[in-house]
């Protein structure tokens, strides 16, 4: 059996992660009778500034030839915080409609959680955040005095009429951005989210704050509403954003599967991350069942240690089991998070997890990990 | 000396809990030497109910001739969520012009955290929130099918002409909310997080989302930049919103003052609240330094404790000690502080906390300790 897998190092430590990724993932797939074809696309923050590439129709034509992409990271000192972020990942979620991010919240057997009194039987739960709108749309506009009067002034009457108040009408700048769900936008993450649930716990959360953004996360929670009738076994909740970043740190063990517009998606599942142990051990997927989904590590490309090879791989090969369920390829997928486990509880990590391990050393331990594990 | 001070019990536990808190600003008077003449109002659900009225001409009116008013809390199980807290709530910030929500996340000697290894010194810091604009504004719109078409079709545009995507224009229901920052209101706001840092360890972090949401919050960023100028001595850093819910968690002792819009300051100030000890123990103030100020505790009106003498008051004069503080009488508040340490030390509390104590006794316990502390 051959899979043909896209890799994308990117920036920073990106490329040397996914090398440590690719070596286990090649081990598992020895164990496990299948070989994994690799193609190499050279995308990022080098190229970008050679060429003022981003995310090219050519990149976009190639990707879409695969189903899956193993992804390192971008993000680079020499770029403007947001090009890189914007011109190529989101660019990639957006483009492959990418509509779920899948990011498990688990703290593995001997990894130290910064919540006292919580272990690995507590902290085990599921985020399906929305990947394709919400304020993720890039919609918004700024100016200043007279140049785009006619905008301004638009802005500035239903502020008005909203609130009866002229303080905003002698605003000399101003910016304003547009988050946008749709039904169907929300339903599909909401009902991946519903079956997720009842394979597990049958246990639902969902996360807005429908009480002030009430147009937008009023649709979301009619639409949850909607879709929870036909999955009447499934207990449901409604949490507001506030208040589940309070409850993640004090009672982790109330959730198992949590849904949640992109934004508020993106600030839990770091905090999500945080109490699994950090970012080095956070994976993540952002998945269209049908299409090109995409597997990465949820940290960035730390450029300072670039080519050091110190940098932790783990999210990085946990990303890779995610991809081996996304092909099929459970055995194995269960396997490389075995390994991971095994590593751990050898101490073979590295320095950030208070080891002495290189990045390298720590692929190759796993790889020879998964073979037996 | 005599204050004039409004107070609005309102929903819930709220009037409890700042009947016990005007007993023990009271008593701080005594001791202080000034009086405080209350006027109360009756604004919440009981009368929503009964008239309609959520916040009248007369209420703001009558609120308008004090420069402090005392808040308990509103909501209501027979009301939808979000009729009373913008209708009321917001609506006071809004009309007051409240442009800082200030938070002090400060963990008491005696009390609990959900972080492993951190204490009192550890965790001691303010959030300074932009209070009237960012996602706050209440704009925003949802339609179906041919409706709205016009309005449709101009975010449909926009929607395909940012991604070149068809995808979204089949949406069949859809919704949009807008955000807006303006330069005044972001400046009013982050020089009044630079006054304070100047004036504790001269260390401010700005929060935001600015590679994603570049619009608002780069607009914000310019600014912050533009004033941080005028104050050479204290140190700045930008964090994004989703990493910074990992630092409050890993390391907290990092954070002095922190200044963020409206909305990433509601989440992160419930996480603040939460470690540092519970919502029973946050309080914070919605200031005009040249109007109408309010101070409430941050956490709802429990409506199911009602009338049982159970809540825990200590947000609510954690809250009084700040409007002693605004209105001038820094001995009495910084007394009223006290008094809450030494009654969490003497384990004279409320059963959230582990004790067995009534509102009420905490309250009077409270006022006794205030005139010696
Ligand atoms: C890098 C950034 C654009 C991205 C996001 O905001 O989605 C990241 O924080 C994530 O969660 O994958
Ligand atoms: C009740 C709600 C409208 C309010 C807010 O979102 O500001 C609350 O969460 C707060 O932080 O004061």
Known sequence: MQHRVAAIGGDGIGPEIVAAGKDVLDAAGERFGFDIAWTDFDI????YLATGD??????IRGLSKFN???FGAIGDDRVKPGILEKGILLAIRFHFDQFINLRPIKLLDGVAT???NKGPQDIDFVVVRENTEDFYVGIGSRFAGRREQKTLDVVRDIYSVRFGLDVETDAEELAYQIGVVTREGAERAIRYAFDLAAAREKKLTSVDKANVLSDVYGLWRDVFTDVAAGYPDVKTEFNFVDAVT???VKNPEWFDV????NMFGDIITDLGAMIQ???GLAPGGNINPNGTSMFEPIHGSAPKYRGLDVANPLATVWAGSMLLDHIGEHEAAAAVLRAIERSILDGFVTRDMGGAKKTSEVGRYLA???KTV
């Open 368 to 370: 020879t990990l998964v």
């Open 54 to 59: 981003l995310l090219t129709e050519e990149d």
């Open 68 to 70: 899956a992409i193993y």
């Open 258 to 261: 949590v849904v949640t517009p």
């Open 246 to 248: 309070m409850w993640f």
């Open 44 to 47: 990022g923050a080098d190229r």
């Open 114 to 116: 910064p919540l006292a």
């Open 277 to 279: 142990g950090g970012l």
